[in-house]
């Protein structure tokens, strides 16, 4: 297994978690698992040095707040494993400029920096993130569906060094939950929770004050209806909150109508606002106690690079040899 996640927010979002780091933590008991802070990845935007440090930290902090054990997965920054960008290079020279140019996140991405404020790296970014899954041959990768195209790419990319040269890379799938695959914005539910598209209203971020979050979901955008029941088109305000409760709550969406039967909107969403509550009171103590311990988080972090590095330069040297690089002496 192996998953990013960027630290450009400093607090993770409602989609983020549901959508990736609980599936991350649930999968780190049974499987080899690399989950890692993807800094490189978050400098395609332009970032305050000072800020994107202070986040990567946070970041971390949230994912052993959110359950990761670093006994049982490699938790690392990926900036401290240079692999990633060496490979990366590789990478970029497999890859044809036409099919990075169809990769939907950077349409949207670069649409909203405009053609200046477009960096190179921001159109590389996908290659980066081939080069993250193949250095630890990963066979899935849990993501949210805005990632599906990504994990498509890196598959055809596998694919294509092992037949050029010779087999060196698992091929891997994209591990995606159907359930929680893309949790909509509360206030506009055509759109998935962003950090960049999201309004303020629509947007739980995991480290805001819980009574705030509570109040969001208090005021979620609904439909002119009155009875609970899922229907993704004709109510996607509600089928997004039924989602979110039953990832919560583990109810079934079947049980949940059953259980919203005869009652209004307003009693799903005061449940989900009492249920949220009740689970990121802890998360965000434990998020506290990382992050009021910088030395441990740090140590935490350096094992788990060297834990990385040792997979990742292992790949490497195959790779260095196979397209025929002359080892150092
Ligand atoms: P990032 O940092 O944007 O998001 C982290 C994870 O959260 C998921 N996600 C969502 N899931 C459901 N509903 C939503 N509204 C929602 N919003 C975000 C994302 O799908 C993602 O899984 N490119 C990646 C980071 C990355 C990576 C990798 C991932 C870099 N290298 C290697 C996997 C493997 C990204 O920007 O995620």
Same mark, same amino acid.
């Given at each position: 297994m192996l998953s990013g996640i960027q630290p450009t927010s400093g607090s993770f979002h409602l989609g983020n978690y549901l959508g990736a780091v609980r599936q991350w933590v649930d999968l780190q008991e049974a499987n080899d698992a690399f989950y890692m802070v993807v800094d490189l990845h978050a400098i395609t935007v332009p970032q305050d040095p000072a800020t994107l440090r202070e986040n990567t930290r946070i970041s971390a902090a949230q994912l052993l707040g959110a359950g990761l054990d670093p006994e049982r997965c490699t938790l690392f920054?990926?900036?401290?494993?240079p692999e990633h960008a060496q490979l990366g290079w590789v990478m970029n020279c497999l890859t044809g400029f036409g099919e990075a140019s169809r990769m939907t996140q950077f349409k949207d991405k670069s649409s909203k920096q405009g053609a200046e404020g477009t960096t190179v790296g921001l159109f590389t970014y996908p290659i980066l993130q081939i080069a993250d899954i193949l250095l630890y041959q990963a066979d899935a990768v849990p993501v949210g569906e805005d990632q599906r195209q990504h994990v498509e790419l890196t598959r055809d990319l596998a694919e294509r060094f092992n037949s050029r040269?010779?087999?060196?890379f698992t091929v891997p799938k994209p591990y995606i939950l159907k359930e929680t695959a893309k949790i909509q914005d509360l206030?506009?539910?055509?759109?998935? =929770?962003s950090k960049s598209a999201s309004s303020p209203k629509g947007l739980i971020s995991l480290l805001d004050e819980p009574k705030a979050s509570a109040k969001k979901f208090k005021s979620a955008v609904t439909d002119t209806g009155t009875v609970v029941s899922y229907d993704e088109q004709e109510k996607a305000g509600v089928s997004n909150l039924l989602r979110i409760h039953s990832a919560l709550s583990g109810q079934s969406i079947e049980q949940l109508v059953a259980h919203f039967?005869?009652? =209004?909107y307003g009693a799903l969403k005061t449940e989900l606002a009492e249920l949220f509550t009740e689970w990121v009171e802890p998360f965000q103590a434990r998020t506290r106690e990382f992050l009021d311990d910088p030395a441990e988080l740090d140590r935490v972090l350096g094992l788990g690079a060297d834990k990385a590095r040792a997979v990742a330069s292992e790949t490497l040297a195959t790779v260095y040899d196979r397209i025929g690089f002359l080892p150092p002496k």
């Open positions: 920054v990926q900036s401290h494993v040269y010779a087999p060196t206030q506009d539910p055509a759109i998935k =929770m039967e005869g009652k =209004m």
